[in-house]
Each structure stands twice: as structure tokens, then as C-alpha cells.
């Protein structure tokens, strides 16, 4: 294998000890009420705070995916560009992303497929100190085991360039996408409520028309609702809280929402 990009955030947003990083996530999956009579999702959107803050919203869709493992083999993960400016979105050099849990082998294929989108550029840098990725890996681990990634870090992407570009990749049964985003941030409670509720409504409405004072994650999330429109999957909220809820005072509150795409059989 060649060159790894580093875990940089652990110890700060989870745990960088493995045991204790697969005991809390364990507790979290444990807590979270899965529900077996729902279809496995082809997508989620989750939270990607730190854990204490959106581990129990990220839970609640992540043991959605539970009966997905060995079914899984590639996970294409976009989120937002918080540390380096992101013109239209990039991916990563290297070849494998490393967690504490173990390290994650990059699909270089489908990176090489991306590659090919005028507004996709290369940059190890943007990947480096990225957290919006890097906190989904124990979570993906710990329910699917082994697959693959195909990490994307986005910045103003259309949602016709985000919808082509999951386009690219979006496979059959054997690919999961994740899209990695919180909602409102900084926010009095009751405010960040109101403002979150309309977001989930217009996430569960497939209308891709987010800013990112509503969703951090606005240019991933409405190009994966182009693509759910696209092949008629609809969108469930699952889990909509904010640290209000979980470990933060309610006087500046970031929101949190978790969201399964299934085939809609309605």
C-alpha cells in the first residue's frame, strides 16, 4: 500500500484509543432504535460533530445499516471543506485513509473516474486536516467491516455537478453513499428548531435547493438529492436533534439531522 493520510482528529472529536473508540461507538449503535421492517438505505446523510455532540444523531442512521455488511464494499463519502478553500470539490492522492480502528483503502478507480469532472481538482491538502470525513470512519467500520472508499471533500459544487459526480459512482448494491453535513450552527434553540425542522422538510421534499447557512454540507446534500429524484428514492428523517439536546447549552446550538434514502416502494 502507498502513502496513508493520517487520522487527524482523533483524541479531539472521538477517541484515538481503539478500544475505547469501538466501546463508545458501540454504546452509541447499541442506544440508537433500528428499525429491521425499513429497506436498507443506498444513501444517508449524517452529522460529523464531535462525538459527544452528534454521535447519538449519526447512531441512529448508521444502525440503519447494519444489515449491509458484507453486501457493502465501497462507500462513497462527501462532505464540506471546513479548512481549505474548495472550488468546486476535491479528492485525495493517496491510497489508504487511516482510523484508529484500522486503515481504509481508497478506490483509486472510481477517484480516477471522478478525476475526469472539470470542477474536481486533487488536493491531498484539502483531505489533511478535514475533520466532516474522517469522524464517519469508525461509525462505517464498525457496522460494515471492510470496504472501500471514495472520499470527496466538496466546496461550491452546483448541485448538477455534485448529481453528476455521485453519478459517477453511484453503483449498484455493493455501493453505500454517505453525505456528511450538520445543520444550522450557532443558533438560540428555539431558533435552530424552527430553522432545522424546514431544512429536514425540504431534505425529505428531495429539494435541492439547501444554502450552507441551513446545512454546512448544502453542495453535497443537493446533489445527492438530484440523484435520489433522479432513481425515485425517498428521503426518511430518521433523527433531527441539536447540542442543545445531546452536550452544549442551549444559547448557541449547532443541528444535527440523520436521513436514510431507500427505493421508494410507495
Known sequence: MGATRPAAVAGFFYPGDPAALAAEVASY???ARGDGAKPAPKAIIAPHAGYIYSGPIAASVYARLAPLRGRVRRVVLAGPAHRVYVAGAAIPNVDAFSSPLGAVRLDRAALEAIAKLAFVEVSDRAHAQEHS??????FLQSVLGDFSLVPVVVGDASPDEMGALFDRVWGGDETLVVVSSDLSHYLPYRAAQDRDTRTAQAIVGLEARLIPDEACGAA??????RAARARNLAAELVDLRNSGDTAGDRSRVVGYGAFAFAPNHG
Open 133 to 138: 470525513l474522517e469522524v464517519h470512519l469508525p
Open 29 to 31: 449503535l447499541a442506544a
Open 220 to 225: 453535497p446534500i443537493n446533489g445527492l438529492l
